[in-house]
């Protein structure tokens, strides 16, 4: 089957090379989305955005949470956001860059948050998904853990979890796991 599109950009494309112009990159409707959503942002007092690769990539940006409240009060938390190009159909990847004793956040930086996977709809955006990583810090979820043994004690011994937070933000071990100091 003939495509087209694609043999009408080519002509386009052609065309433009011949004119002596560079031909425009087309941004998908992703990017369309995520452009307008970045535009409108509002972040809370505790959260940071960045762009590593420059504001020409979008699709690729990292945010600082520093929660102001509860167990995680003092902590710095990267996060990276990969964005598909079936954005807004499908959600972004988002890992945790900095290793963190947490229910919901794996020790690869796998993070547990239900917008993420079988809750993601389309009308929901990067702000919603900043607004639900800041609840986790100050609502860590045992029902629904990536960390099981840090959900079992925040379930079981909330003051042993908090001393455990404490201990893996200050730079110690929790068990045999050391943690990187991010105070």
Request: proline content about 8%; some cysteine; glycine content about 6%.
């Amino acid at each position: 089957m003939i495509n087209l599109f694609k043999i009408k950009d080519k002509k386009n494309q052609d065309a433009e090379s011949a004119n002596g112009r560079h031909p425009v990159k087309k941004q998908s409707a992703g990017e369309l989305r995520l452009h307008k959503d970045i535009s409108e942002l509002n972040l809370p007092k505790t959260t940071t955005i960045s762009f590593p690769n420059g504001k020409d990539d979008l699709m690729n940006f990292e945010i600082n949470i520093r929660p102001d409240e509860g167990y995680y009060l003092g902590g710095k938390f990267l996060f990276t956001f990969l964005v598909p190009s079936s954005y807004p159909h499908e959600p972004p990847k988002v890992k945790c860059k900095t290793k963190v004793y947490h229910p919901n956040i794996d020790l690869e930086g796998n993070v547990c948050l239900n917008i993420l996977r079988e809750d993601w709809k389309p009308v929901l955006n990067i702000n919603t998904i900043i607004y639900g990583l800041n609840h986790l810090f100050t609502q860590p979820n045992h029902e629904d853990p990536l960390n099981h043994d840090a959900a079992a004690i925040l379930r079981d011994n909330p003051r042993l979890f908090e001393t455990n937070v404490r201990r893996a933000m200050a730079g110690g071990y929790v068990g045999q796991v050391h943690f990187p100091r991010c105070i």
